[in-house]
């Protein structure tokens, strides 16, 4: 298949996860793709696996909190492949140990998270958005969360900055919409990757898992097919929007998974 036949995508975050999954993916589909993350060895390992499935990739080793680090990874897409096309500004999260309810988290590790997600994802787009717009559109997707969207006893920080996320989304929607780059966000819900894996004890994952209409949680595969779709023609019509993936997570009523429980046999 080749629905990002003649694409060229940046991945930030590449090297584990849903960025290594969203990366190997639109290379199937075609893309020549940037595998960006700050971990160097990890990038070089997602390019490696790109390229052992016969696509192209160019590992880059950037850190998103730091400006010249991204201006550098847009000159140097641009220099290797000519053109760009996709940016997933895929970095983010928050350090669950600290990003705590209101009086307790950690005020540093906030501003540390406005870094990482906020202003890793504006000023992504700003430096990648003139290439698109001298290649007569593109796509920008970036990674919010369905903490944007739901109130929660912990991770006050994370919740405040993929919110974020969406509103710039919908700027950069409305600003640029004339000249065909468009801009959507993605907002998964409890997706298996490391991240996630390593910060949640056990019980936390079983519960996640009921709090779902579907009856698993998802895999990083599953926000990389999202993203496949946002990054190719077929979403051309669509833009400004916030693509819930999240097995039905936040659009459940509370009571469900208790009322499930009771149904008959
Ligand atoms: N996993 C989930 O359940 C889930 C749910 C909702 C949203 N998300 C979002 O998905 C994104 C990544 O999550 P993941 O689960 O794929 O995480 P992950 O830890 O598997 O991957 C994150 C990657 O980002 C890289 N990275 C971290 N800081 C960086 C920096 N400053 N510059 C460059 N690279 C950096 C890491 O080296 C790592 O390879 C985040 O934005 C997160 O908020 C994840």
Redesign the pocket.
Known sequence: MERLKDKVAVV????????RAAAELMSREGARVVV????TA?AAESAALIEKAGGLALPVT????DESSIADMIAGTVREFGALNVLCN????TDPRTDLDLLRMDMEEFHRAVA??VT?TLLGARHAIPHMIRAGGGSVIN?????ALVGDVLQTS?GAV?AAVVSITKSIAVQYGPQNVRCNAV??????????ENNLPAGVIESLKKGNALPCL?A?EDIGHAMVFLASDESRYLTGQLLVVDGGMTMQSSAAPGRRAQLPA
Do not use: F
Not at 12 to 19: D, L, P, Q, V, Y
Not at 36 to 39: E, G
Not at 90 to 93: D, F, Q, W
Not at 187 to 196: F, H, I, N, S
């Open positions: 930030t975050g590449a090297g584990s996860g849903i960025g960006a993350d700050y971990d990890a950037v850190d998103v909190t895929h970095v983010g999260g990482r997600n890793s990674t919010a969360s369905v903490a994370y993929k907002a998964p819900g409890a997706v298996m990757t490391p991240a996630l998802g990083p």
